[in-house]
C-alpha cells in the first residue's frame, strides 16, 4: 500500500488533490493507497517526529503560511532522503528551486491527469531503485520504511525485535537470522541477540561495542566476525 501525504493550507485543495491521486490510482489499478492530510508544514513535520519512516510520497503546495513548502521540503530531506516529493503549486516560479531538494515532479494546479499518472509512475520506479537503500518492517498494519544508513542496531528478544535507529525505536515480530539476511551488508552480528550497523560503532572495549550511549554484548562465538568487520570499516572509511 502506498502512503501519500498531502500538505496545503488550503482544505479545498486538499480534498481535489486526494480525489484525483484516487481516480489516477484506479486507472493505474496500483491497488489501495491510505492518504494523510497536513495543513501546514510545521503540522507534517510535528507528526512525522513521532512517525518517521510511514511515509512514501509527500504532495506539498509551496505557498503556505510561515513555512512554506520548499523549507518544509529541504527539512524533509534532511531527516529523510528517501522521501519522495511533489510540489503541487499555482505558480511557475519555483520549477527550478525543487531540483535542489531532489523533487520527484512538480505540478501546476490543477494537475492534469496525465501528470498524476507519470509522477506516481515515477514514484513507483523510485521506490524499486532505492529499495537496498531502505529496510522494511511491519508491525500491526502499518509498515515502515527505514533508512539503512539511519539505523543503528537491531536487538531481538523472543520473536520480539526492536529496531533502534537515529529517529525512533520500531518493534516488531520476527526473527534476527531473517532481519540479517534482508538488510544486507554493513551490519555484523555480535551477538545471539544483537546485530549492529558496523559505521554506528563508536569503540570496542572487552565483550562490549558502544553505539551512542547503548552498551551492547559482544559474544565469543561473534567476536571474531565483529573485529573483522571493524578493521574493514576502517579501511574503506
Known sequence: MLRI??????????????????RALERRRSGEASFFEFS????????????????????LDIEMGELDGME??????????????????GYTD???????VGALGYLMKPPKPEQLDGVLDRAAEARLRDGDKAFLCRSGETLYRIPKKTILYFASDRRQV????TARTYVFYGKLDNVERDVGDGFVRVHQR????????DRMEGNQIFVGDA????????????LAALARSALEG
Not at 44 to 57: I, Q, V
Not at 215 to 226: D, E, G, K, L, Q
Open 5 to 22: 501525504g498531502i500538505c496545503d493550507d488550503s482544505a479545498e485543495a486538499r480534498v481535489a488533490l486526494r480525489a484525483a491521486l484516487e
Open 40 to 59: 501546514s508544514g510545521e503540522g507534517l513535520l510535528r507528526w512525522l517526529e513521532k512517525h518517521a519512516g510511514e511515509l512514501d510520497l509527500v504532495f
Open 72 to 89: 518544509t521540503a529541504r527539512r524533509l530531506r534532511a531527516a529523510d532522503e528517501g522521501l519522495q516529493l511533489v510540489f503541487v503549486t
Open 94 to 100: 519555483y520549477v527550478f528551486d525543487g531540483y535542489a
Open 162 to 165: 526492536s529496531c533502534v535507529s
Open 194 to 201: 544483537y546485530l549492529v550497523r558496523v559505521s554506528a560503532i
Open 215 to 226: 552498551a551492547i554484548p559482544v559474544s565469543r562465538a561473534c567476536r571474531s566476525a565483529a
